[in-house]
């Protein structure tokens, strides 16, 4: 599955990695380099980002389900439960 980001993320990504380069490296970078570099990133880590973000999804969603029958349990056959209880507090 390709990773695609909208066009504005696109450029506001573009420019980042400009600024990181002239800001931390020796030369700058143009804007078609930075372009370049950005589609080898989403293609070759992004993948890997992706994935992860899933399987943490995955987890949190596993513990919420886990912890679902605590949350909605109902004990049952409570009426005769209730019903006497009622019964011994007026008696």
């Known amino acids: 599955m390709a990773i695609e ?3 504005e993320a696109r450029k506001e990504a573009i420019s980042s990695i400009e600024r990181y380069f002239r ?3 020796e030369e700058p970078i143009g804007n078609i380099a930075a ?3 950005l589609a080898f990133f989403l293609e070759e880590i ?3 980002v992706y994935n992860r973000a899933v399987l943490d ?3 949190r969603l596993q513990d919420r389900i886990s912890e679902l029958d605590i949350e909605v ?3 049952e ?3 005769w439960r209730k019903f006497d209880q ?3 507090r007026q008696g």
Do not use: C, T, W
């Open 73 to 75: 349990h109902e004990d």
């Open 23 to 25: 800001e931390n490296m």
């Open 46 to 48: 992004g993948p890997l």
């Open 86 to 88: 009622a019964r011994k």
């Open 5 to 7: 980001i909208s066009k």
């Open 35 to 37: 372009g370049g570099l």
């Open 77 to 79: 056959f409570q009426y």
């Open 57 to 59: 999804v995955q987890e």
